[in-house]
């Protein structure tokens, strides 16, 4: 290309790509250091603008610990509403 002239693209030929905001590796990483934590992750969000990534525990709620008294409680809890 001579002085003044400018890079053309065909109509065919592909855009150059912009760089990641984020990269695989990134999230890898983010996901190790949650685990390390001992922390469950419910799901990931992504912000493709930013390349924030953002890490949601889980709550717990869908696991059910009973505890004896609600074992207790579910298998007397009929004969406890006669009385």
């Given at each position: 290309?001579?002085?003044?002239?400018?890079?053309?693209?065909?109509?065919?030929?592909?855009?150059?790509?912009?760089?990641?905001?984020?990269?695989?590796?990134?999230?890898?990483?983010?996901?190790?250091?949650?685990?390390?934590?001992?922390?469950?992750?419910?799901?990931?969000?992504?912000?493709?603008?930013?390349?924030?990534?953002?890490?949601?525990?889980?709550?717990?709620?869908?696991?059910?610990?009973?505890?004896?008294?609600?074992?207790?409680?579910?298998?007397?809890?009929?004969?406890a509403q006669g009385n």
């Open positions: 290309m001579g002085v003044g002239t400018t890079a053309r693209f065909s109509a065919g030929a592909a855009m150059p790509r912009r760089p990641a905001t984020f990269r695989q590796h990134d999230l890898a990483r983010a996901l190790r250091a949650a685990k390390a934590a001992g922390i469950d992750i419910e799901r990931i969000e992504i912000e493709p603008a930013s390349g924030r990534i953002l890490l949601v525990a889980s709550t717990g709620d869908a696991v059910d610990p009973a505890t004896p008294v609600d074992i207790w409680l579910a298998k007397n809890a009929r004969s």
